[in-house]
């Protein structure tokens, strides 16, 4: 809750600012194609995640 | 009954680095299984004084083990407890920060939170505006941000979203519902309503049974798919301005070409009349050819031009 505090008030003043330039021409097909990059980064990073720590074949003892 | 080795226990079995996860946290995690009614902890290098004192009728490890190696074997078998071998087949941590580049962690779950992150604050801020202009929320954002910059597991990560993304949307449909060039098609809003309460309660109890390595990849699958619509749609709106601004000057120039054709007789008449039989009368025809867009960016040209031509017919004039 703590860390959501501060992201709430920055997503509402970015939903503002979101509001009013999107009735300004130009601004959505830049928007687009930052999102494109942005979603193509996001999905580069999970999946070096999931490839990263994917099961690894040997076996480990010891302790719980 | 679940006993977990203490720190000091772990450390002497795997080195100094260990254990990542400190024996509170290992409990709590533990204890919140529902088929854990009791979490013990034993700072011996083996289970032996707890396997005497609580007597149990199995002892379970996991599939590191097999019934020849488990190391209480023989205390187990001294007190007629059966063992048994369970679980999945157990891959190790140890292997992660051996493949992981220096200096980063792969650790499928990050280390402890940081509450506050400027760049990841930075981040969000850029996020729901693209994701408010893009009208998709801020969700696609919000979600690997909390993950892999303030260090909440994926699924907690998930769920913050959900509250950040709400609190913004809502704010955002407020706006644009009461702007007077607002562009909400209710009847849509309403006819897709139906799908996605459903669509959102499906989603939320799949998310709580799948497994971090699965969402990861649903959420992967997503982005991608939701980069491909807005790349295309990127490119469907550049084209279609595109043809429109092509259209604009195609239009401009007819009517360019038509007001020319209207003017020019009129005004080859009037030369004509002010200046009987001057050649040099005729207007120059590179005027006509340039369209008048052209001519009002290039009006010091064109003001060049017509104050050639009229030294030009006055020169004619006089000759004559």
């Known amino acids: 809750v703590k860390a959501a505090v501060p992201f709430t008030a920055l997503g509402v003043v970015g939903a503002v600012l979101g509001v009013w330039a999107v009735h300004l021409p130009g601004w959505s097909e830049v928007a ?21 720590t994917r099961a690894a074949p040997e076996v480990q003892r010891g302790a719980s | ?23 509170a946290e290992r409990a709590e ?7 854990v ?10 289970l032996e004084a707890t396997l005497r004192a609580l007597r149990p009728d199995v002892h379970a490890k996991g599939t590191d083990y097999t019934r020849e190696s488990v190391p209480e074997r023989e205390i187990d078998r001294e007190l007629g407890i059966e063992i048994a071998i369970c679980g999945d087949p157990q891959g190790s941590i140890e292997h992660a920060p051996r493949r992981a580049p220096r200096g980063r962690s792969l650790v499928s779950e990050p280390g402890p939170p940081k509450r506050y992150s400027p760049l990841a604050l930075v981040l969000w801020l ?33 769920g913050t979203s959900l509250v950040l993304v709400f609190v913004m949307t809502t704010v955002a449909t407020g706006m ?80 360019d070409r038509a007001r020319d054709r209207r ?21 120059d025809p590179a005027r006509h ?28 004039a006089r000759s004559t």
């Not at chain 2, 080795?5 to 254990?19: C, F, M």
């Not at chain 2, 200046?275 to 040099?280: I, T």
């Open chain 2, 37 to 46: 009614d009791y979490v013990t902890s034993f700072g011996e290098r083996d």
């Open chain 2, 126 to 158: 850029g996020g729901a505006f693209l994701g408010t202009i893009c009208g998709v929320g801020g969700g696609i954002f919000a979600t690997p941000i909390l993950h892999y910059l303030v260090r909440v597991p994926f699924q907690t990560a998930i």
């Open chain 2, 1 to 23: 009954v679940v006993a977990l080795n203490t720190d000091e226990s772990v450390r002497a079995l795997k080195g100094a680095k260990r254990p990542l996860v400190p024996l």
């Open chain 2, 289 to 316: 050819e340039l369209p008048r867009s052209a001519r009002v960016q290039h009006g010091d040209e064109h003001r060049q031009r017509r104050a050639v031509r009229s030294r030009c017919t006055s020169a004619a």
């Open chain 1, 32 to 52: 687009r194609i930052a999102m494109t990059v942005l979603l193509v980064f996001v999905a580069a990073r999970l999946a070096w995640d999931v490839w990263s």
């Open chain 2, 176 to 255: 644009e519902a009461t702007r007077l060039d607002g562009a909400i098609d209710w009847q849509v809003v309403l006819l897709l309503l139906t799908g996605s309460i459903p669509g959102a309660w499906i989603g939320y109890r799949v998310s709580r049974r799948i497994d971090t390595r699965t969402l990861k990849l649903c959420f992967i699958a997503v982005l991608l798919a939701a980069a491909a619509r807005t790349w295309t749609l990127a490119v469907e709106v550049g084209q279609r301005s595109d043809r429109r601004r092509d259209a604009r000057r195609g239009a401009l120039r007819l009517g």
């Open chain 2, 263 to 283: 003017r020019v007789p009129r005004a080859d008449a009037r030369n004509r009349r002010r200046h009987p039989g001057d050649p040099g009368a005729v207007p």
């Open chain 2, 29 to 35: 995690l533990i204890a919140a299984l529902r088929c």
